[in-house]
């Protein structure tokens, strides 16, 4: 019989192509190949997950090497505060202490101590700013149960406790998290990041270091930090000035670190994060983990988005004997509302 072609012909039109034919060698996709393709493809996926890996286990284990307070050694009783914020802002206390060392004193001997610089960070709701007050630490102010001292006393009288429920009998706000640093854990973040960059207003020269800081931009080693952020006997009026010259270099800092420099290398995140959490205490809440979906949230925040103060005060005075700064109560009841309804940046723009 004879074969009829057309019966056994292959409709190309639908993308039938004969096997063995060129066309069909051509139509095959070319498995070996692909299959390469995804194995090379997996191993990077494993490579690159293994690093993050890593880099997380570092950056946790370096961050770990601050010391954790308990929340019953920090915050006073709740009856004592006031009501959890509604917007969703943060404020985290940041104690300075000048130790000249680690901080590796247990709990109980941080009571007794004063605390040198006092700062309150509010982060708004949005995440995308951040304002930072001064409290002055001759600020005349009342204790809770030991009537009016310098704000500083607070420590020496309660701990940590009775710090944060004077400091939110000013702001009206309650505090979310602490941390106490060491002066001496700017030095080492200073080196870590290669020094740090400020705009100096004042030519001044140290009376401990002997350095002398010229007028102008200036860059700082780590020696020259703690210089800097200590010296306050080289100014007419003291404390103002080096609350000043802590709130330039604070943020000058946290420029470096938000620096494409620096967050495009994990060496160097791993270095600054090692050098200063030996020189850190912090609440329980405040971990690795608590801190990194922070930062997360706050990943387009820029050093421009940081504005800095210090408490409204109507100059310094006497109290008996002590020389003590004179708070502003009039103007600090507008500053704990703005803390209260998360407007401090608006209430800092009309101050300009």
Known sequence: MTKNPAADAIDESKGEVPPGSRRHERAQPPRRGLRLLVWAIATLLVIVLGAVGWFALSLNSSFNKAEKLSNENVFPDDADR?????????????LGSDTRGELDDEIDD????????????????????????????????EIPGHGYNKINAAMAFGGIPLVIQTVEGIIDSRIDHVA????????????????????????????HGKTHFAKGTIELNGTEALEFVRERYAFPDGDYSRVANQQLFVKAMVKEVLSRDTLTSPAKILDSVDAFAPYMKVDEGLSA???????????????????????PNLGTGREGSASVVKPDWDELAKVAEAFKSDTLGDYLANQD
């Open 180 to 207: 106490i640093i060491d002066f001496e854990g700017f030095k080492g973040l200073t080196d870590a990041l290669g020094g740090v960059t400020v705009d100096n207003p004042r030519e001044f020269t140290s009376r």
């Open 82 to 94: 006031p009501a959890a914020s509604e917007t969703g802002a943060l404020n985290i206390l940041l």
């Open 110 to 141: 941080i009571r007794g101590q004063r605390s040198d610089t006092i700062m309150v960070a509010h982060i708004s709701d949005d995440r995308e700013s951040v304002q930072v007050m001064s409290i002055m630490r001759d600020n005349w102010v």
């Open 289 to 311: 983990t608590a801190l990194s979906s922070l930062g997360y949230s706050m990943r387009n925040l820029r050093a421009d988005d940081m504005s800095f103060f210090t408490s």
